[in-house]
């Protein structure tokens, strides 16, 4: 993830202030939602007959479920 990236998720994520608790919370849980989905996409780019990539993917986006 680049510099850009994190810029426009805190706008994205920004309630009326930058340092409020609510914000961060919101900024990181939106930074992990995006790197849980980053991760799956690379298990899902190495599948193979033995499945062990897909399971590890849905793994990886079950975490962002609970």
């Known amino acids: 993830m680049h510099r850009d990236d994190v810029m426009h998720i805190a706008n994205e994520t920004q309630g009326q202030s930058w340092m409020n608790e609510a914000h961060i919370q919101r900024f ?3 930074l992990l939602e995006i790197e849980r989905k980053a991760c799956a996409d690379i298990c899902d780019q190495h599948a193979s007959v033995e499945g062990i990539a897909q399971r590890c993917a849905e793994q990886i986006r ?5």
């Open 28 to 30: 990181a849980k939106r």
């Open 62 to 66: 079950a975490r962002g479920k609970t």
